[in-house]
């Protein structure tokens, strides 16, 4: 099993984006830098695509709770759905064009 924590604030903005890994996951997630996030346990890693992302997953569940995004190679994208119920107290959830990455992030 995987275990981790993650400083952030409780009113989250996250981001549902709509490439094909993300899309097929669900993956609603925000972005905090790498120090803000410890864990315990072992992950697998998986690259896709241009390989600059890494996303990490269970070896035994396969649940993928965080990933080092392409667009903050030095933060984690934290799964929404893996937090504790109750820890949250708000979320604003924005659109992230990931079919048109390069696109999307020159504009924005």
Same mark, same amino acid.
């Given at each position: 099993?995987?275990?981790?924590?993650?400083?952030?604030?409780?009113?989250?903005?996250? /981001?549902?984006?709509?490439? #094909? @890994?993300?899309?097929?996951?669900?993956? +609603?997630?925000?972005?905090?830098? $790498?120090?803000?996030?410890?864990?315990?346990?072992?992950?697998?890693?998986?690259?896709?695509?241009?390989?600059?992302?890494?996303?990490?997953?269970?070896?035994?569940?396969?649940?993928?709770? /965080?990933?080092?995004?392409? #667009? @903050?190679?030095?933060?984690?994208?934290? +799964?929404?759905?893996?937090?504790? $119920?109750?820890?949250?107290?708000?979320?604003?959830?924005?659109?992230?064009?990931?079919?048109?990455?390069?696109?999307?992030?020159?504009?924005?």
């Amino acid at each position: 099993a995987v275990v981790f924590e993650v400083v952030a604030p409780a009113q989250l903005v996250a /981001f549902d984006c709509n490439c #094909s @890994n993300c899309a097929m996951r669900r993956n +609603t997630h925000f972005v905090v830098p $790498k120090e803000r996030l410890r864990y315990e346990g072992t992950l697998t890693r998986y690259r896709f695509g241009s390989g600059v992302a890494e996303h990490y997953f269970c070896p035994t569940c396969g649940i993928s709770p /965080f990933y080092s995004p392409r #667009s @903050n190679p030095d933060g984690y994208a934290v +799964t929404v759905h893996c937090l504790e $119920k109750g820890t949250i107290k708000s979320l604003e959830v924005r659109t992230f064009d990931g079919v048109n990455w390069d696109a999307f992030i020159e504009k924005s």
